[in-house]
């Protein structure tokens, strides 16, 4: 666990950090998948910034009214940003409707404008898992396995260094499969799959889950629906073929 990176008076949060240079990287495999497929770059490009900005002002706000209570009497604290005061969830969900709203305006074809995104997100979950082994968030349930990290004061999975490994893998299958796609779509629908599945692994060894109905992991849960759903689009997109 690396959180802070002092820098004489400057404080740089190292997972903060590994993501911005991640999102580079990211921004790069996509911008040259977008030249291999003939997408306009430029465009896929305004689309990841566009969900990226507004997902990231989104759970910003979204947090603060969850807990204004706290930030009432202290509005000055709603512009101290930090990483672990974002709604993750409601940045999703607002992100990935603003960059719908960019794609129609833009005309974007959106299973091509998937596929372009889909390498760089690969990309991304990497990173991800790095950051989490950087801050300590994701951690993994007690355990007297060898490999074992010492992590919140206790030996534990170390969840974040098995999410990399997965994320590397998945990484790895989407490279290859990219230019053998069957059909527009298919190469991003491959990785929501293969990281459904990576997720339900993952969270089998996470002590810091949400549970549900007394026994249900939510993320699994949540990983079981996005797993139906990818292969059902599979199927009805297959049929639609280049449609």
Avoid at 34 to 55: E, F, I, N
Avoid at 93 to 121: F, S
Wanted: proline share 6%.
């Amino acid at each position: 666990m690396f959180p802070l990176l002092q820098l004489g008076p400057v404080a740089l949060q190292v997972p903060g950090l590994i993501l911005l240079v991640t999102l580079w990287f990211s921004l790069t495999v996509a911008e040259k998948e977008a030249k291999r497929l003939g997408q306009p770059h430029d465009a896929a490009y305004g689309l990841v910034m566009t969900a990226l900005v507004g997902g990231i002002i989104g759970a910003r706000l979204w947090y603060v009214a969850r807990y204004w209570s706290a930030y009432a009497a202290d509005p000055i604290g709603i512009v101290a940003l930090s990483f672990n005061t974002l709604d993750p969830t409601a940045g999703f969900v607002i992100g990935l409707a603003l960059a719908l709203l960019y794609g129609r305006r833009k005309k974007l074809p959106l299973r091509p404008t998937l596929d372009v995104l889909t390498p760089g997100l690969a990309v991304f979950s990497i990173g991800l898992g790095l950051s989490h082994l950087a801050s300590g968030n994701a951690f993994g349930a007690p355990t007297e396995m060898p490999w074992a990290i010492y992590l919140w004061d206790a030996n534990r999975h170390p969840t974040q260094i098995y999410e990399m490994i997965l994320a590397t893998a998945v990484f790895a299958v989407i490279w290859f499969i990219r230019q053998k796609s069957p059909f527009p779509g298919f190469t991003f629908l491959v990785w929501v799959a293969l990281t459904a599945v990576s997720r339900l692994f993952l969270e089998a060894f996470r002590d810091d889950s949400i549970i549900v109905a007394d026994s249900i992991r939510q993320a699994q849960l949540a990983s079981l629906i996005v797993l139906l759903a990818a292969l059902w689009l599979m199927r009805q997109w297959a049929v639609e073929g280049y449609r």
